[in-house]
């Protein structure tokens, strides 16, 4: 079915295929050439900065320095460019211009990284970067300066992520804090970065990120590939990507997993998953994710397994909870009244008593009126926030059952399960598209629609796959090993394997029980793989 | 590829099919909200006063009101919380579809809780009347069934004391039967179930009104026996018991006992375990009863100590004595009735089924003549909070 429309949207985009002129010419060594042809690339654009200078004396060599003013540090640039290029110069003697890139490079500039560049797009594109240009006249090359500095967010604990103890940092808008902040956590020469620029025209850099060793080669160059498929016009968030790479794009349940945090990525990273960052946003995609996955807080493993595993299974409730029981409660009221007890039943009868609406209509339209105070309580400024829960917490709790519009039960019932909805924010989306499917089947089937509906849903779900490894894996396929982090979150020193069907190259995470961590064997396996 | 699209084939056709079968199976036609019901809780069966057919009587509950007296915010005047409804025709399923001549809302059944047969019902054979019930998906198969000497349609309307529905006062009554087990609650199951059996006969419990302080509540009163489906005779309080011990529904209840040296005791029965055996011996039935019983001392009217080992066993031994009373007076009443009420017959269905096929004609015969034997293990257990009794003096010398 959906694949259907899939290979129509293929094709049409096929049709239209044109590529982008691509322009790899060469610097030319004069000077001018130079400039016009930058100014004419960029425009009139006033953050553009032309710095000429003059090196040297005998012979004097005129150049000019470029930047983007903001993108790059004003005190590496003076301090460590401008000024060594005007006064440490003066001892220069009978220098050939040929050599006198190389002799800059090597005893004038006290910038870090330094490149040569013969042409003119990467040259534009690392000016676009935060990188300063040098040209000299005379020259057919520039000089690419490492410069780069811009205002920053600082490090936060994400907001979607909260979690009571353990590492409260999360990842930022930069990519380059973000690996750092990875590589803090994971001090391993295995871990690697692959970096590539997606974007066709925004030129995002986008990085694969996974630990040598112990990630399935197969997995890697299958995400390389099916980035390098990727052909984009702009990359501003993960889900740019996430949307182009997933296994089915047309489930209404996450293929590629997200998060902000680096503690959850290691965590991800060392049982053989792939992650992939991308710059200019917090998020990080890591692949290949199961379903269980979003149901595991990265509290579960801070906090005792015990109470983990408590929380864990309340998480479970509170999902079948979220997606059934206004459903539930839609087909027992209009089909199946002679299974509710008797008291129960008189009960909510006396509540709903003279309300003009089917069930099913009262469920839907206070369903609706929820999930817009909701939206509206996320866009709102914070201030105006208040007002909306008043208005809410009023107008839809009290007023619409004095009012005799809807039976004070199914306020309870959507107010239940509207917070049950947030218990498992990784599936918030997925959560509210089946509540409402389900709660239609319920009005027009009763309890039989809601059979239909999760035979249809398992049906769905066991076809699901998230770059080869089924999606409700190790349920189904059942790899009974893995179940002691699903099922359950056994205490961490009875986790010695990695979940079998993801970390199969390099099973071992470390010896049963709590004897003293000998982990030579450990060591020893990752030795030999990374060579 | 070649497999993978029939996969894909098999998967879209089963897809169909499930499709499919959710629009031909159900849908919104069987569809009744909760507001579009008038909900039954309890319902009476009599004759009708013209002509023959029944007179059926329903007990609805008006939710509204119901929840307005206890929650406060009520509004709509001074209306009961329940509406008795009377409809009649010439069976019962025909008078319950003629309620809807009178009810502006659907019927709905699957919630009642007990049905009251009037005597002159079950005078006339019960499951004529009864087969309605078992066969409509609609009523349960655990609603009570109560014979009453008053008319149905008092018993639906009467004040029930804490309750306010007078049909849910009496599942509540019927519930607390072990307090006493002085009474014998029949679910409809029941008593089809007896019927089914050939030689036993059925019992149910009795319900009537009586008028105190100008109101009429409800009274539980003895059991009524029913046999080959027709009311014959009663059993009152302590027969019932007797019944109940041979067939081991005693799950509680008191029993008092006149002491020797004057005064009385009470005992609380904690449990007790019967073992029948029927036999077909010299030409006559034998059957042998065994109870063993565990009771604590609940009361006494006497200053005697009645916590000595010696004391105990004159207990137990007048304990022995009363229960054995009990289950002989039932005993007399059966034979008188010539109803089998103890299930003797059955037992020998069950384990001597040749017997019973030559016996099974003139049950009725070998049934009053059968040889009872009774043999009781009383067991007193407990004092309650105390060692010796609150008045309890020891006399000075």
Known sequence: MFKFLWRKLRLAHLRKKNPLPRMYRELSPDLEVNLTAIRRELGASPDLIIRRITVGSAPATTGALLYIDGLIDQQIVHRDIISPLLNGEKGRKGQDSKGLLEYLVRQVLSVGAVK???????????????????????????LLLATEGWEKRAINEPDAERIILGPHEGFTENIRINTALLRRKITNPGLHFEEMKLGRRTRTTVAIAYLKGIVNEKLVAEVRSRLKRVNIDLVLDANYLNEFISDAPFSIFPTVGFTERPDVTA??????????????????????????????????????????????????????????????????????????????LITIKSATEGTPFPLVVEMVMMGAVFEIIREAGVRLARPVGQTISIVGALVVGEA?????????????????????????????????ILRLFFTILAGVFGAYGILIGLLFILLHLTSLRSFGVPYLSPLVPLSPGDLKDVLIRAPIWAMRTRPRLIGWSQPERQPFGFGSSGTEEGEEGEAEDGG | ???????????????????????????????????????????????????????????????????????????????????????????????????????????????????????????????????????????????????????????????????????????????????????KPVYLADYIKTRIEKTTAN????????????????????????KEDRLVGFLDHKETRGLLWVLGEVRGGVITVDLPGGGKATFEIFDAIPKVKV????????????????????????YADLSTPEQFKKLENLQTKAIE??????????????????????????????????????????????????????????LGLVTRPATYRELRK
């Open chain 1, 267 to 344: 965590a991800k990273l060392l049982e053989g998953r792939v992650a992939i960052f991308v710059d200019g946003t917090p998020v990080v995609s890591t692949v290949p994710v199961l379903l269980v996955e979003s149901f595991q807080s990265p509290d579960d493993y801070n906090f005792p397994y015990y109470y983990a595993t408590f929380i864990r299974w309340f998480r479970y409730i509170s999902f079948v909870l979220a997606v059934l029981a206004p459903a539930l409660f839609v087909a027992l009221g209009s089909y199946h009244q002679e299974l509710i007890p008797t008291p129960l």
């Open chain 2, 1 to 183: 590829m070649a497999d993978d699209r029939r996969k894909n084939r098999i998967f879209r056709g089963s897809l169909g099919l499930l499709l499919l079968s959710l629009v031909l199976s159900g849908g919104c036609w069987d569809r009744r909200e909760l507001e579009t019901l008038a909900v039954v809780t309890g319902m009476g069966l009599n004759y009708a006063a013209q002509g023959d057919g029944y007179e059926v009587a329903f007990q609805i509950v008006r939710a509204a009101q119901l929840q307005s007296a206890s929650g406060g915010a009520g509004g709509g005047g001074e209306l009961k919380p329940v509406w008795i409804l009377r409809s009649t025709g010439p069976t019962v399923f025909e008078a319950v579809r003629n309620a809807t001549f009178q009810s502006s809302r659907r019927l709905f059944l699957s919630h009642n809780q007990v049905l009251i047969i009037s005597e002159a019902v079950a005078k006339g054979g019960l499951l004529p009347a009864l087969e309605f019930f078992v066969r409509d998906h609609e009523p349960r198969n655990t609603q009570w069934l109560l014979l009453t000497p008053d008319e149905p349609v008092e018993i639906l309307d009467a004040a029930a004391g804490l309750e306010r529905v007078s049909a849910l006062a009496i599942v509540d009554l019927m519930k607390q039967y072990q307090l006493t087990s002085k009474i």
């Open chain 2, 203 to 226: 019992t149910l419990p009795i319900i009537r009104i009586y008028e105190t302080a100008g109101k009429k509540e409800l009274l539980l009163d003895g059991t009524a026996i029913l």
């Open chain 1, 116 to 142: 040569k560049e013969p042409k003119f797009e990467p040259v534009v594109q690392a000016l676009l970067e935060g990188k300063t240009v040098l040209f000299l006249d005379g020259q057919a090359e520039a």
């Open chain 1, 400 to 432: 619409a059952v004095t009012a005799g519009l809807v039976g004070a039960p199914t306020i309870i019932v959507i107010a239940i399960t509207a917070i049950a909805t947030f218990v498992v924010p990784d599936l918030l989306g997925p959560g509210i």
């Open chain 2, 279 to 302: 036999e077909f011996k010299e030409g006559r039935v034998q059957v042998k009863i065994e109870i063993k019983e565990r009771a604590g001392l609940g009361a006494q009217t006497t």
């Open chain 2, 325 to 382: 009373d009990e289950i002989r007076a039932a005993l007399a009443k059966a034979k008188a009735y010539k109803a089998d009420i103890f299930g003797f017959g059955e037992y020998l269905y069950k384990h001597d089924h040749r017997t019973w096929q030559r016996l099974q004609k003139e049950w009725e015969r070998y049934f009053v003549d059968a040889q009872v034997e009774i043999k009781i293990e009383a067991m007193v257990e407990e």
